[in-house]
Protein backbone atom coordinates (compact mmCIF):
# COMPACT_ATOMS: atom_id res chain seq x y z
CA UNK A 1 0.00 0.00 0.00
CA UNK A 2 1.01 3.52 -0.93
CA UNK A 3 -0.76 5.41 1.74
CA UNK A 4 -3.08 4.59 4.62
CA UNK A 5 -6.47 6.52 5.70
CA UNK A 6 -7.28 6.30 9.40
CA UNK A 7 -10.55 7.18 10.86
CA UNK A 8 -9.97 9.62 14.03
CA UNK A 9 -11.92 8.90 17.15
CA UNK A 10 -12.00 5.47 18.00
CA UNK A 11 -9.37 4.52 15.34
CA UNK A 12 -6.57 6.41 16.29
CA UNK A 13 -7.60 8.21 19.25
CA UNK A 14 -9.89 7.38 22.46
CA UNK A 15 -11.80 10.71 22.94
CA UNK A 16 -15.44 8.61 24.03
CA UNK A 17 -14.84 10.77 27.99
CA UNK A 18 -15.13 14.15 26.29
CA UNK A 19 -17.52 13.49 23.53
CA UNK A 20 -20.08 11.81 25.44
CA UNK A 21 -19.79 14.67 28.17
CA UNK A 22 -21.06 17.35 24.97
CA UNK A 23 -23.24 14.81 24.06
CA UNK A 24 -24.93 15.84 27.00
CA UNK A 25 -24.40 19.07 26.92
CA UNK A 26 -26.13 19.39 23.63
CA UNK A 27 -29.24 16.86 24.49
CA UNK A 28 -29.83 18.91 28.07
CA UNK A 29 -29.75 22.12 25.57
CA UNK A 30 -33.08 20.49 23.63
CA UNK A 31 -34.42 19.12 26.62
CA UNK A 32 -33.84 15.55 25.68
CA UNK A 33 -34.10 12.81 28.18
CA UNK A 34 -30.88 11.33 29.69
CA UNK A 35 -29.61 9.01 27.56
CA UNK A 36 -27.16 6.02 28.94
CA UNK A 37 -23.62 5.99 28.83
CA UNK A 38 -23.59 2.83 26.11
CA UNK A 39 -26.16 4.93 23.85
CA UNK A 40 -24.28 7.55 23.93
CA UNK A 41 -21.27 5.78 23.10
CA UNK A 42 -22.68 3.84 20.09
CA UNK A 43 -23.03 7.40 18.84
CA UNK A 44 -19.52 8.68 18.68
CA UNK A 45 -17.72 8.54 15.25
CA UNK A 46 -21.33 9.89 13.63
CA UNK A 47 -21.69 13.13 12.48
CA UNK A 48 -23.57 15.54 15.19
CA UNK A 49 -27.26 15.64 13.24
CA UNK A 50 -27.31 12.05 12.85
CA UNK A 51 -26.27 12.10 17.08
CA UNK A 52 -29.35 14.15 17.77
CA UNK A 53 -31.71 13.02 15.27
CA UNK A 54 -31.13 9.58 17.14
CA UNK A 55 -32.41 10.96 20.38
CA UNK A 56 -34.79 13.48 19.45
CA UNK A 57 -36.52 11.65 15.49
CA UNK A 58 -38.86 14.62 14.92
CA UNK A 59 -36.02 17.54 15.74
CA UNK A 60 -36.14 20.78 13.36
CA UNK A 61 -33.07 21.93 11.81
CA UNK A 62 -33.43 24.99 13.96
CA UNK A 63 -33.02 22.99 16.64
CA UNK A 64 -30.00 20.97 15.18
CA UNK A 65 -28.37 24.35 15.40
CA UNK A 66 -29.16 24.77 18.60
CA UNK A 67 -27.58 21.68 19.92
CA UNK A 68 -24.60 21.20 17.85
CA UNK A 69 -23.89 24.87 18.86
CA UNK A 70 -24.22 23.78 22.43
CA UNK A 71 -21.72 20.76 21.92
CA UNK A 72 -19.22 22.95 20.75
CA UNK A 73 -19.04 25.52 22.94
CA UNK A 74 -18.48 22.24 25.62
CA UNK A 75 -16.23 20.46 23.71
CA UNK A 76 -14.15 23.86 22.81
CA UNK A 77 -14.21 24.33 26.67
CA UNK A 78 -12.86 21.10 27.67
CA UNK A 79 -14.11 18.13 25.56
CA UNK A 80 -11.41 18.28 23.01
CA UNK A 81 -8.45 17.68 25.19
CA UNK A 82 -10.19 14.91 27.15
CA UNK A 83 -8.18 12.62 23.78
CA UNK A 84 -5.56 10.39 23.81
CA UNK A 85 -3.53 7.90 21.45
CA UNK A 86 -4.88 4.17 21.45
CA UNK A 87 -2.00 2.00 22.53
CA UNK A 88 0.18 0.82 19.89
CA UNK A 89 -1.03 3.72 17.70
CA UNK A 90 2.04 5.92 18.01
CA UNK A 91 4.22 3.41 16.54
CA UNK A 92 2.23 2.19 13.77
CA UNK A 93 2.46 6.21 12.30
CA UNK A 94 6.30 6.22 13.51
CA UNK A 95 6.74 3.03 11.21
CA UNK A 96 4.93 4.01 8.52
CA UNK A 97 6.69 7.61 8.01
CA UNK A 98 10.01 5.54 8.43
CA UNK A 99 9.05 3.33 5.72
CA UNK A 100 8.02 5.99 3.19
CA UNK A 101 4.21 5.69 3.13
CA UNK A 102 1.58 8.14 4.06
CA UNK A 103 -0.74 8.58 7.03
CA UNK A 104 -3.97 10.43 6.47
CA UNK A 105 -7.01 11.22 8.59
CA UNK A 106 -10.18 10.92 6.95
CA UNK A 107 -12.26 12.06 10.19
CA UNK A 108 -16.46 13.03 10.46
CA UNK A 109 -14.93 15.45 12.85
CA UNK A 110 -14.56 18.80 11.53
CA UNK A 111 -11.24 19.71 10.03
CA UNK A 112 -10.96 22.21 12.41
CA UNK A 113 -11.23 20.20 15.20
CA UNK A 114 -9.81 17.22 13.95
CA UNK A 115 -6.31 19.56 13.54
CA UNK A 116 -6.57 20.86 16.74
CA UNK A 117 -6.50 17.16 17.99
CA UNK A 118 -3.57 16.31 15.60
CA UNK A 119 -1.38 19.52 17.79
CA UNK A 120 -2.68 18.10 21.09
CA UNK A 121 -1.60 14.68 20.82
CA UNK A 122 1.63 15.62 19.14
CA UNK A 123 1.65 13.67 15.75
CA UNK A 124 1.59 16.32 13.44
CA UNK A 125 4.73 15.49 11.80
CA UNK A 126 3.28 11.62 11.32
CA UNK A 127 0.28 12.79 9.57
CA UNK A 128 0.38 13.71 6.05
CA UNK A 129 -2.94 15.48 5.75
CA UNK A 130 -6.17 15.79 7.41
CA UNK A 131 -9.70 15.54 5.89
CA UNK A 132 -12.79 16.24 7.43
CA UNK A 133 -16.00 18.17 6.57
CA UNK A 134 -16.74 21.92 7.86
CA UNK A 135 -18.55 22.80 10.50
CA UNK A 136 -21.55 21.91 8.71
CA UNK A 137 -20.73 18.60 9.26
CA UNK A 138 -22.55 17.70 5.67
CA UNK A 139 -20.29 15.64 4.05
CA UNK A 140 -20.60 11.43 3.92
CA UNK A 141 -17.34 9.56 4.45
CA UNK A 142 -17.80 8.81 0.90
CA UNK A 143 -17.15 11.62 0.15
CA UNK A 144 -14.31 12.30 2.66
CA UNK A 145 -12.50 9.39 1.54
CA UNK A 146 -12.82 10.37 -2.15
CA UNK A 147 -11.30 14.07 -1.20
CA UNK A 148 -8.70 12.15 0.80
CA UNK A 149 -7.75 10.00 -2.40
CA UNK A 150 -7.61 13.47 -4.44
CA UNK A 151 -5.38 15.37 -2.31
CA UNK A 152 -3.10 12.28 -2.33
CA UNK A 153 -3.04 11.68 -6.23
CA UNK A 154 -3.71 8.21 -5.41
CA UNK A 155 -6.08 5.50 -6.97
CA UNK A 156 -8.74 3.12 -3.94
CA UNK A 157 -5.92 0.54 -5.36
CA UNK A 158 -3.27 2.20 -3.50
CA UNK A 159 -4.85 2.67 -0.38
CA UNK A 160 -6.36 0.76 3.02
CA UNK A 161 -9.43 2.66 5.23
CA UNK A 162 -8.79 1.57 8.90
CA UNK A 163 -12.10 2.82 11.07
CA UNK A 164 -14.62 1.45 13.65
CA UNK A 165 -17.56 2.49 12.57
CA UNK A 166 -19.75 0.91 9.52
CA UNK A 167 -19.39 4.51 7.93
CA UNK A 168 -15.49 3.76 7.71
CA UNK A 169 -16.27 0.78 5.63
CA UNK A 170 -19.62 1.61 3.50
CA UNK A 171 -17.25 4.64 2.24
CA UNK A 172 -14.31 2.91 1.96
CA UNK A 173 -16.20 0.35 -0.04
CA UNK A 174 -18.10 2.74 -2.19
CA UNK A 175 -14.77 4.51 -2.66
CA UNK A 176 -13.40 1.43 -4.06
CA UNK A 177 -10.93 1.48 -0.91
CA UNK A 178 -10.49 -1.61 0.83
CA UNK A 179 -11.49 -1.11 4.29
CA UNK A 180 -9.69 -2.82 7.73
CA UNK A 181 -12.46 -2.58 11.05
CA UNK A 182 -10.58 -1.62 14.27
CA UNK A 183 -12.26 -4.03 16.67
CA UNK A 184 -10.74 -2.05 19.65
CA UNK A 185 -12.74 1.21 18.21
CA UNK A 186 -16.53 2.28 19.15
CA UNK A 187 -18.44 -0.15 16.90
CA UNK A 188 -18.57 -3.82 16.90
CA UNK A 189 -17.56 -6.55 14.87
CA UNK A 190 -21.61 -7.43 14.11
CA UNK A 191 -21.80 -3.38 12.88
CA UNK A 192 -18.61 -3.97 10.85
CA UNK A 193 -19.49 -7.55 9.35
CA UNK A 194 -22.78 -6.14 8.19
CA UNK A 195 -21.56 -3.08 6.69
CA UNK A 196 -19.61 -5.66 4.14
CA UNK A 197 -16.01 -5.74 6.11
CA UNK A 198 -13.86 -8.86 5.94
CA UNK A 199 -10.45 -7.74 7.87
CA UNK A 200 -10.20 -6.85 10.93
CA UNK A 201 -7.52 -5.98 13.58
CA UNK A 202 -7.73 -6.66 17.23
CA UNK A 203 -5.87 -3.29 18.33
CA UNK A 204 -3.22 -1.27 16.44
CA UNK A 205 -0.27 -3.55 17.48
CA UNK A 206 -2.24 -6.59 15.09
CA UNK A 207 -2.52 -3.67 12.50
CA UNK A 208 1.07 -2.71 12.52
CA UNK A 209 2.12 -6.38 11.89
CA UNK A 210 -0.36 -7.32 9.61
CA UNK A 211 -0.46 -4.66 7.11
CA UNK A 212 2.66 -1.95 7.87
CA UNK A 213 5.24 -3.98 8.91
Known amino acids: MRAFFFDLDGTLTDSKAGIVQCYRVALRALGAPAASDPDLTRQVGAPLPV ?27 EGIFKNELYPGVLNMLETLRESGRESWIVTSKPARYAQQVVDILGIRDLVTGVIGPGLDELGTKVDLICRALTAAGLTPAQVTMLG ?50
Open 51 to 77: MLRAFRPEITDADIEHGIAAYRAAFER
Open 164 to 213: DRHYDVTGALEAGVAPVGALWGYGTRTELTAAGCREFAASAEDFSKRYVA
